[in-house]
C-alpha cells in the first residue's frame, strides 16, 4: 500500500527504457513493467478519486507518514485539496504533476473505468486498492495491460504489513498483491525485484487458498537458491489449511478453484524450496531475526523502540489490514442448483438433462486461470464422477478476442472424443463461451456424454460472480436464483451485516471473531497447531466497528457447541479501544454466559487492553497470540 512503501531512496522512472539486446529486437511487454515497483520516499504519488471519504482519510495518512503525494484527480473537478492540486483527468494529471504511480481510491463498480483510465494515460504504477470489482472487468483489464509495456498494476485489493516493527526489523518495501481472483502482480513479480535490491536483506510471504502464485513462488526460489551461494531468507505464510472446502473464505480471491493446489500442498512446496514457513503473522519477527542472523545478513544497532532498521521485504496476496472502506456484504460468488444451471444450457440451444445412468462421463469447463490472467476451457477426459479434474488440461484464450476455433480440435484430442462427436465440440465450447461472459460467470463446469455423434450434457456445477450484481445491479436475473433456503440461516443473517461468516462442521468449540480474512484463517490454523478446533471462521471486516462486534456475538453463540469466544484484532485503521468497548456491549446486552478471551495489537492497544482487563466481567486479555489461544483452549475445554 503507497503509504507503507515510502522508506526507499530512490524515485521510479516515468517510462522503461529499453534494452539493448544487439541485432535482435524484443517486443516489450507487461513482463518489462516490474520495475515500476521500484517505489521510494521520492515516488511521485497521485490519488484516483482524490477529494472522496475513502481517499482523503488515506492521503492525509500517507502524508503523515511521507508519501511524496503530488495531487489527485476528481472527474470534473479543478482546484486543491489538503494543499494539493485538483485535476479532472488523469492524463491533465500525467502532463502537469508527471507522476509515477496512482493511487485509486473508488468504489468498485467506479474501479475498472478508473484503472482503463491511468492505463491510456500510461502512469507507470497504478495501485487499487478497492474489494470485489467484477471479475469480468477485472479480466477484460487484464487483456489491455498485456498489450502494453508502460503501466503496472497491483491489486485490486491491495493494502499491507506489521510484526516485523516490533522485532526491531524494518520494511524495504511492501508490496499487497492484492486479494481478488486476479492480481496484476504476483510473487515471482516481486522477486524479481528483490533479488538484486541492495536494501532488501530478507522476504516475507504471505499467501493463502486459490490460485497457483505460492507453488509458482516456490518454483522460483528454488532456483533462486541454486544459482546464489548466499541467498537471501525468506519466511513465509500461508493461511487456509482449515478453510472450508468450496467455500469463499472472506477475501474475493480466497477459494480453491478445482484442479488448484490446497494450503498445505503450498507449504510442502515453499518448505522444499528452503523457505521456513509459520502458522500465525505474530511469528515473523522472531522467525526472520533468527534467520537474518544466521545468513549474516542482519544490521547492527537497531531495536523496536530505536531507529528502525530497514532491509525487510513483505509481500501478500491478501492483506491481513483491510483498507477504509463500506461494503453491503462480503460474499463473492453465487451458486445455483443444477436444474437451474440446465436450464441456462437448454436456453443456449445446448442439449442437457439429469444423467441418466448410462454412458462415460468426461468433463468441460469455463473458468478463470489465476496464473494466465485471462478466461480458459479446462477439459478432463476422467471418467471417474467423483473426480472430474483428474487429468485435466487448460486451454487459455484472450478475454476480448475469445477463443480461437482452431484449439478446439487440441481439445477434442485431449477429451478422446469419437471422430463422430468432434464436430459437435465447438457448438459446446462456444454456449459456455457465451454463457460464461454474457452471465459474468466465475466457473461454468459440466459433465457430459457422448450420444450417437452428439454431446450432450447430463451435469453441471455453475458458480457467477456476486460481484456484479452486488456491486454494479448487474445481472440481476441470475442473481434471482439464488436460494436462500439451500444456505446456513445464521450465515445469511450475519451476511446482511457485511459479515463473512462460515459455520464448520464438526465438534469445534471456540468461537472466533476476527477482523480481516487472512488474520481470520491464520487464527484457525493457529488454534488447530495448538490443540483447539475452531467452531466457525468469522470476518468482521477490516473496519470493524463495537456494532459489527455486537453482531458477530450474536451470530457466534446462536452456535451451541461453542464453550468460549477468542476476539483477535489486529488493529490498524480498527482502533483497540473502539473494539474493546464494543466487547463490553456485546457482553452486557447481549447477557454472555460463556468466557471471551480477547487478543488486541496494534492501534490503541493498551488502551483496549486496559478496558478489557478492568471491566470486572469474564473477559482475558491478551497481547500475546500463543497466551491468548492457550487460555481460550483451556476454558473450552474445561466447560
Same mark, same amino acid.
Given at each position: 500500500?503507497?503509504?507503507?512503501? $515510502?522508506?526507499?531512496?530512490?524515485?521510479?522512472?516515468?517510462?522503461?527504457?529499453?534494452?539493448?539486446?544487439?541485432?535482435?529486437?524484443?517486443?516489450?511487454? +507487461?513482463?518489462?513493467? *516490474?520495475?515500476?515497483?521500484?517505489?521510494?520516499?521520492?515516488?511521485?504519488?497521485?490519488?484516483?478519486?482524490?477529494?472522496?471519504?475513502?481517499?482523503?482519510?488515506?492521503?492525509?495518512?500517507?502524508?503523515? /507518514?511521507?508519501?511524496?503525494?503530488?495531487?489527485?484527480?476528481?472527474?470534473?473537478?479543478?482546484? %486543491?485539496?489538503?494543499?494539493?492540486?485538483?485535476?479532472?483527468?488523469?492524463?491533465?494529471?500525467?502532463?502537469?504533476?508527471?507522476?509515477?504511480?496512482?493511487?485509486?481510491? $473508488?468504489?468498485?463498480?467506479?474501479?475498472?473505468?478508473?484503472?482503463?483510465?491511468?492505463?491510456?494515460?500510461?502512469?507507470?504504477?497504478?495501485?487499487?486498492?478497492?474489494?470485489?470489482? @467484477?471479475?469480468?472487468?477485472?479480466?477484460? =483489464?487484464?487483456? =489491455?495491460?498485456?498489450?502494453?509495456?508502460?503501466?503496472?498494476?497491483?491489486?485490486?485489493?491491495?493494502?499491507?504489513?506489521?510484526?516485523?516493527?516490533?522485532?526491531?526489523?524494518?520494511?524495504?518495501?511492501?508490496?499487497?498483491?492484492?486479494?481478488?481472483?486476479?492480481?496484476?502482480?504476483?510473487?515471482?513479480?516481486?522477486?524479481?525485484?528483490?533479488?538484486?535490491? %541492495?536494501?532488501?536483506?530478507?522476504?516475507?510471504?504471505?499467501?493463502?487458498?486459490?490460485? /497457483?502464485?505460492?507453488?509458482?513462488?516456490?518454483?522460483? *526460489?528454488?532456483? +533462486?537458491?541454486?544459482?546464489?551461494?548466499?541467498?537471501?531468507?525468506?519466511?513465509?505464510?500461508?493461511?487456509? $489449511?482449515?478453510?472450508?472446502?468450496?467455500?469463499?473464505?472472506?477475501?474475493?480471491?480466497?477459494?480453491?478453484?478445482?484442479?488448484?493446489?490446497?494450503?498445505?500442498?503450498?507449504?510442502?512446496?515453499?518448505?522444499?524450496?528452503?523457505?521456513?514457513?509459520?502458522?500465525?503473522?505474530?511469528?515473523?519477527?522472531?522467525?526472520?531475526?533468527?534467520?537474518?542472523?544466521?545468513?549474516?545478513?542482519?544490521?547492527?544497532?537497531?531495536?523496536?523502540?530505536?531507529?528502525?532498521?530497514?532491509?525487510?521485504?513483505?509481500?501478500?496476496?491478501?492483506?491481513?489490514?483491510?483498507?477504509?472502506?463500506?461494503?453491503?456484504?462480503?460474499?463473492?460468488?453465487?451458486?445455483?442448483?443444477?436444474?437451474?444451471?440446465?436450464?441456462?444450457?437448454?436456453?443456449?440451444?445446448?442439449?442437457?438433462? %439429469?444423467?441418466?445412468?448410462?454412458?462415460?462421463?468426461?468433463?468441460?469447463?469455463?473458468?478463470?486461470?489465476?496464473?494466465?490472467?485471462?478466461?480458459?476451457?479446462?477439459?478432463?477426459?476422467?471418467?471417474?464422477?467423483?473426480? @472430474?479434474?483428474?487429468?485435466?488440461?487448460?486451454?487459455?484464450?484472450?478475454?476480448?478476442?475469445?477463443?480461437?476455433?482452431?484449439?478446439?480440435?487440441?481439445?477434442?484430442?485431449?477429451?478422446?472424443?469419437? &471422430?463422430?462427436?468432434?464436430?459437435?465440440?465447438?457448438?459446446?465450447?462456444?454456449?459456455?463461451?457465451?454463457?460464461?461472459?454474457?452471465?459474468?460467470?466465475? =466457473?461454468?463446469?459440466?459433465?457430459?456424454?457422448?450420444?450417437?455423434?452428439?454431446?450432450?450434457?447430463?451435469?453441471?456445477?455453475?458458480?457467477?460472480?456476486?460481484?456484479?450484481?452486488?456491486?454494479?445491479?448487474?445481472?440481476?436475473? =441470475?442473481?434471482?436464483?439464488?436460494?436462500?433456503?439451500?444456505?446456513?440461516?445464521?450465515?445469511?443473517?450475519?451476511?446482511?451485516?457485511?459479515?463473512?461468516?462460515?459455520?464448520?462442521?464438526?465438534?469445534?468449540?471456540?468461537?472466533?471473531?476476527?477482523?480481516?480474512?487472512?488474520?481470520?484463517?491464520?487464527?484457525?490454523?493457529?488454534?488447530?497447531?495448538?490443540?483447539?478446533?475452531?467452531?466457525?471462521?468469522?470476518?468482521?471486516?477490516?473496519?470493524?466497528?463495537?456494532?459489527?462486534?455486537?453482531?458477530?456475538?450474536?451470530?457466534?453463540?446462536?452456535?451451541?457447541?461453542?464453550?468460549?469466544?477468542?476476539?483477535?484484532?489486529?488493529?490498524?485503521?480498527?482502533?483497540?479501544?473502539?473494539?474493546?468497548?464494543?466487547?463490553?456491549?456485546?457482553?452486557? %446486552?447481549?447477557?454472555?454466559?460463556? @468466557?471471551?478471551?480477547?487478543?488486541?495489537?496494534?492501534?490503541?492497544? &493498551?488502551?483496549?487492553?486496559?478496558?478489557?482487563?478492568?471491566?470486572?466481567?469474564?473477559?482475558?486479555?491478551?497481547?500475546?497470540?500463543?497466551?491468548?489461544?492457550?487460555?481460550?483452549?483451556?476454558?473450552?475445554?474445561?466447560?
Amino acid at each position: 500500500m503507497l503509504r507503507h512503501t $515510502v522508506l526507499r531512496g530512490r524515485p521510479v522512472g516515468g517510462a522503461i527504457r529499453k534494452r539493448d539486446f544487439g541485432s535482435t529486437k524484443r517486443r516489450l511487454g +507487461y513482463e518489462d513493467t *516490474i520495475e515500476n515497483l521500484r517505489i521510494g520516499k521520492d515516488t511521485r504519488v497521485i490519488f484516483q478519486g482524490f477529494t472522496g471519504r475513502q481517499a482523503t482519510a488515506n492521503a492525509k495518512e500517507s502524508l503523515a /507518514w511521507g508519501t511524496n503525494i503530488v495531487g489527485g484527480v476528481t472527474p470534473g473537478k479543478d482546484g %486543491e485539496h489538503l494543499g494539493k492540486p485538483v485535476l479532472p483527468t488523469v492524463r491533465e494529471a500525467m502532463k502537469q504533476l508527471k507522476p509515477d504511480a496512482t493511487g485509486i481510491y $473508488v468504489a468498485a463498480h467506479q474501479a475498472p473505468a478508473a484503472i482503463e483510465e491511468a492505463i491510456e494515460a500510461e502512469v507507470p504504477l497504478i495501485v487499487a486498492v478497492a474489494e470485489h470489482i @467484477p471479475i469480468h472487468d477485472i479480466m477484460r =483489464i487484464h487483456s =489491455i495491460l498485456k498489450t502494453q509495456s508502460k503501466s503496472r498494476l497491483v491489486g485490486a485489493n491491495a493494502p499491507a504489513v506489521a510484526s516485523t516493527t516490533r522485532a526491531g526489523l524494518g520494511q524495504s518495501l511492501c508490496i499487497g498483491m492484492g486479494g481478488d481472483v486476479l492480481a496484476g502482480t504476483n510473487f515471482v513479480d516481486a522477486l524479481k525485484i528483490f533479488e538484486n535490491d %541492495e536494501d532488501t536483506k530478507g522476504i516475507v510471504l504471505i499467501g493463502e487458498i486459490g490460485g /497457483w502464485a505460492e507453488i509458482e513462488a516456490a518454483d522460483w *526460489i528454488k532456483d +533462486y537458491r541454486k544459482r546464489n551461494s548466499n541467498p537471501k531468507p525468506i519466511s513465509a505464510l500461508i493461511g487456509g $489449511v482449515n478453510a472450508a472446502p468450496g467455500r469463499v473464505m472472506g477475501h474475493a480471491g480466497a477459494f480453491t478453484l478445482p484442479g488448484e493446489p490446497d494450503a498445505l500442498m503450498k507449504i510442502k512446496a515453499l518448505e522444499q524450496a528452503g523457505v521456513t514457513v509459520v502458522n500465525h503473522p505474530e511469528k515473523f519477527g522472531d522467525a526472520m531475526k533468527t534467520l537474518l542472523g544466521s545468513s549474516g545478513r542482519a544490521s547492527s544497532g537497531s531495536s523496536a523502540t530505536g531507529s528502525q532498521r530497514r532491509g525487510m521485504h513483505t509481500m501478500r496476496s491478501r492483506p491481513t489490514r483491510e483498507v477504509l472502506t463500506k461494503i453491503s456484504s462480503q460474499k463473492r460468488s453465487l451458486h445455483i442448483r443444477e436444474n437451474l444451471a440446465l436450464d441456462l444450457l437448454r436456453e443456449k440451444g445446448i442439449n442437457a438433462s %439429469e444423467y441418466s445412468g448410462t454412458g462415460r462421463r468426461r468433463m468441460l469447463a469455463v473458468g478463470v486461470d489465476r496464473s494466465g490472467r485471462s478466461p480458459c476451457i479446462i477439459a478432463s477426459p476422467a471418467s471417474i464422477p467423483e473426480n @472430474p479434474h483428474k487429468e485435466s488440461k487448460r486451454f487459455l484464450f484472450d478475454y476480448r478476442r475469445g477463443f480461437d476455433p482452431i484449439r478446439a480440435a487440441a481439445v477434442a484430442e485431449h477429451l478422446h472424443l469419437a &471422430e463422430s462427436a468432434k464436430e459437435s465440440l465447438p457448438k459446446l465450447i462456444n454456449g459456455l463461451i457465451d454463457l460464461f461472459k454474457k452471465k459474468e460467470a466465475l =466457473i461454468l463446469e459440466t459433465l457430459f456424454v457422448e450420444r450417437l455423434g452428439d454431446l450432450k450434457v447430463v451435469g453441471a456445477n455453475f458458480t457467477f460472480d456476486d460481484a456484479a450484481f452486488r456491486s454494479t445491479k448487474r445481472q440481476a436475473d =441470475i442473481h434471482a436464483l439464488r436460494r436462500i433456503e439451500d444456505e446456513d440461516p445464521q450465515e445469511v443473517e450475519a451476511e446482511e451485516d457485511g459479515i463473512v461468516y462460515i459455520k464448520f462442521a464438526g465438534d469445534g468449540n471456540i468461537g472466533t471473531l476476527v477482523n480481516g480474512a487472512g488474520l481470520a484463517m491464520n487464527t484457525v490454523d493457529a488454534l488447530a497447531d495448538a490443540g483447539g478446533k475452531a467452531a466457525n471462521f468469522l470476518d468482521t471486516g477490516g473496519k470493524a466497528t463495537s456494532e459489527t462486534v455486537k453482531k458477530s456475538f450474536q451470530v457466534i453463540l446462536q452456535d451451541e457447541r461453542v464453550k468460549v469466544i477468542f476476539v483477535n484484532i489486529f488493529g490498524g485503521l480498527t482502533l483497540g479501544d473502539m473494539i474493546a468497548n464494543g466487547v463490553l456491549l456485546a457482553f452486557k %446486552e447481549l447477557e454472555m454466559r460463556i @468466557p471471551v478471551v480477547v487478543r488486541i495489537r496494534g492501534t490503541n492497544e &493498551e488502551e483496549g487492553q486496559r478496558i478489557i482487563a478492568e471491566s470486572g466481567l469474564s473477559l482475558h486479555a491478551y497481547d500475546d497470540f500463543e497466551a491468548a489461544a492457550a487460555k481460550a483452549i483451556e476454558l473450552a475445554n474445561s466447560s
